[in-house]
């Protein structure tokens, strides 16, 4: 048991010299890219890389929230502008977080710290068609896909990684998938989704 | 005691009675004669869906949950015509903020609204009652 912490510990002080590895998931859906999957890469063995949550923002343009889809570490702090000359009304009664927010134009409100990994599916009292979800991560390693499907997360250290993707129309949950990242390593992943609404 | 004595306090007791006693039958509200819950709630779902349809009146509707505002708009009614909601909105000049509504629009929804108090068997009198205590929120709700 000694000899295997030892390794661990070895195995990630070589990797703090030899430099850190980009891990690229290349999401689809059977047939065509994914866009918006999050992706996140969780150390098997080495404690959890102490980083502090960046803040970031969810804003409301046009009835809409923007991005509609975020990733978080846990513990961030999430604004919520109003970029609407009229107001809003954002809520989630998600588990990971229940919270209501009232927002008016050009008023700003203290940001929402988000402190359990979870998904948090946010919608407006006012507007029902906004919609928009905030993945928590208990991890700093995560990746949104861009158009071409591509989740790319920078800065691993060399080791194993548990990979969970996700995305809004997700059909079934296959798990995460254990991955062992010793240099730049592209790792593909299929999902299922349901139809758009 | 003499009668002169105990008379002057009596008709002040009654004087503050009389009021209260007129006053506290619910069912003399505005609300009440309205219909109450039943035919408001009608009366409220009909006329947002009328103007939510209306392409002349429905800019300010798009995307709205009508459900909820015909819930918000059902108590805020009740609380300005002695019906006992607390109603838990935003003021009429916050709700409307942003919206730019023209006074067209205004007068649009009060004739949908007149259009469903008609429809739903409410009269005349409680209708005109109805209109006047709303008519002061114009000054809130078009822009200038």
Redesign the interface.
């Known amino acids: 048991m000694i000899g295997r912490v030892a390794a661990a510990a070895l195995v990630f002080a070589v990797a703090g010299h030899a430099g850190a590895a980009t891990l690229v998931v290349q999401v689809d859906g059977g047939s065509s890219a994914v866009v918006d999957a999050v992706v996140w890469a969780v150390p098997l063995l080495a404690a959890k890389t102490a980083r502090p949550a960046a803040p970031l923002e969810i804003a409301q343009v046009d ?1 809409t929230f923007v991005p509609g889809v975020s990733v978080a570490q846990v513990g961030a702090a999430v604004s919520f502008p109003n970029r ?4 809003h009304h954002v809520y989630s009664f998600s588990p990971a977080r229940v919270f209501d927010l ?1 927002l ?2 050009g008023v700003p409100v203290s940001p929402v710290t988000f402190d359990k990994a979870g998904v948090v599916v946010l919608g ?7 919609v928009a979800y905030l993945v928590v991560v208990d991890t700093p390693h995560f990746a949104k896909s861009d158009e071409n499907g591509n989740a790319r997360i920078e800065g691993l250290a060399p080791g194993e990684y548990r990979i969970s993707v996700w995305h809004p129309r997700l059909a079934a949950d296959a798990g995460p998938k254990v991955v062992a990242v010793a240099g730049d390593t592209t790792l593909r992943s299929t999902i299922e989704l349901k139809k758009p609404n | 005691m003499e009668p002169s004595r105990w008379c002057a306090p009596l008709l002040l007791m009654l004087c503050l009675v009389c009021p209260a006693a007129i006053a506290a039958p619910a069912a003399e509200s505005l609300w009440h004669r309205l219909g109450g819950d039943p035919v408001m709630t009608r009366v409220a779902a009909s006329t947002l869906t009328q103007v939510s349809r209306d392409p002349a009146l429905n800019r300010s509707f798009d995307g709205v949950d009508l459900p909820k505002l015909t819930a918000k708009l059902v108590e805020h009614l009740c609380s300005v015509t002695g019906g006992g909601c607390v109603y838990t909105g935003d003021s009429m000049k916050t709700a409307h903020g942003g919206l730019d509504i023209r006074q067209r629009e205004f007068y649009g929804m009060v004739e949908a609204l007149r259009v469903a108090l008609d429809a739903n068997g409410v009269a005349e009198g409680e209708k005109n009652e109805l209109l006047r205590v709303l008519a002061p929120m114009k000054r809130d709700v078009v822009s200038k």
């Open positions: 009835k609407d000359p009229i107001r009232k008016y134009s407006c009292n006012i507007h029902d068609r906004m």
